[in-house]
């Protein structure tokens, strides 16, 4: 049973600590956003006992009243109510399975050719294209961070910057092994082969997100190689950011300008960091629950993409769906509203148990 006094309780506590003078910046602004969902929960359950109240109240009149007219304007006004309670009980039912707070942010794509060589890479390639397809059809900019071919036209890895709204609520559980089953150009057999490509998404880090201390970092420079022209091979503008206390290494050279360089590692290296402490915060969850609920782990098998059957199956719900062709192509929303309400109703459940 749920609690509702336990969630005001909650709440009032969280109104306390706000009025701690002592408190950081980034503490504050932790116990802010769950005082403002908490309030959110309250305020849509207080409508939701309103409306509850006032139909039963409409009913109980629609009953004693002998007047045919009345009783028809009473049986108006609980039709109406009834439309008001269900959308309360929806709104109740949104706020109820918190966001992620990183939902809203734009994020990193990290896309690596797997197991399968050459197949392997173009498979990658064409994932960088369906995700592009995909961020056009939102509306949001995606920006190639870094890109490194193989000598066949495929891709070894990719790192694009998408930004927009709630980009990463829609592409999180992206994240994982992608496998392909398809006839390879080169075979002249005709028989299907099984490549994978890594898919990882990371939100982009905020200063309050993740704290870098200047000591912890090592920062070589070095001379790009590569496209690029003769100044890219004769200057070091290639920059390497390593983060001593948690290994995260990464490496920029796609521009001229080595300060350029090194603030796109800087922001990749950071949202690497706030990507670890997500993993490392969802396991802890799941030891406590002994449960992985949509964690969305880079090593968990999340999709197979089978061309000869024109079929796309997503193992994290099950769902499979004869378009590939068009999947590909970025018309990937059916799988992507099935994950988020999934998630949705996991967080739910989630929520709910903190307060029975």
Not at 36 to 56: F, G, H, P, T, Y
Not at 108 to 115: D, F, K, M, S, T
Not at 303 to 323: A, F, G, I, M, S
């Amino acid at each position: 049973m749920f609690k509702w006094d336990l969630v005001q309780r909650q709440h009032d506590s969280l109104s306390q600590r706000l009025m701690d003078p002592k408190l950081d910046r980034i503490e504050r602004e932790k116990i802010q956003r769950e005082f403002n969902q908490l309030s959110d929960i309250l305020a849509k359950e207080a409508r939701v006992q309103k409306v509850e109240q006032e139909l039963e109240a409409t009913k109980a009149q629609a009953q004693q009243s002998g007047d045919p007219e009345m009783a028809a304007l009473f049986a108006d006004e609980v039709g109406q109510l009834d439309i008001q309670l269900a959308q309360a009980r929806k709104d109740l039912d949104y706020v109820l399975a918190p966001p992620n707070p990183h939902d809203n942010r734009s994020v990193y794509l990290e896309i690596r050719a797997g197991a399968g060589g050459k197949e392997a890479a173009l498979f990658a390639g064409d994932l960088l294209k369906m995700y592009t397809n995909y961020a056009l059809t939102k509306g949001w900019r995606v920006n190639v961070e870094s890109l490194s071919h193989t000598d066949l036209g495929g891709l070894k890895e990719v790192i694009a910057h998408i930004a927009g709204s709630d980009v990463y609520g829609h592409l999180k559980r992206e994240s994982g092994v992608h496998r392909v089953q398809r006839v390879p150009e080169t075979e002249s057999a005709g028989r299907v082969h099984t490549s994978t490509a890594t898919v990882a998404v990371l939100p982009e880090a905020e200063d309050v997100d993740v704290k870098i201390e200047p000591n912890d970092l090592r920062i070589d420079v070095f001379r790009a190689s590569g496209a690029g022209g003769q100044h890219v091979n004769t200057t070091d503008s290639a920059v390497r950011i390593t983060h001593i206390p948690t290994g995260v290494v990464v490496s920029c050279q796609d521009e001229r300008s080595q300060h350029k360089n090194k603030t796109k590692a800087m922001n990749i290296l950071k949202a690497r960091i706030l990507a670890a402490q997500e993993e490392k915060r969802m396991e802890e969850m799941s030891k406590e629950r002994k449960q992985q609920v949509g964690t969305g782990m880079r090593a968990e098998k999340v999709r197979t993409y089978n061309y000869p059957q024109n079929r796309v199956t997503d193992h994290q719900v099950e769902l499979t769906l004869k378009k590939l062709d068009r999947i590909m192509e970025g018309d990937m929303d059916d799988i992507i509203q099935e994950l988020r309400k999934e998630e949705h109703e996991a967080r739910k459940k989630e929520f709910m148990a903190r307060f029975e």
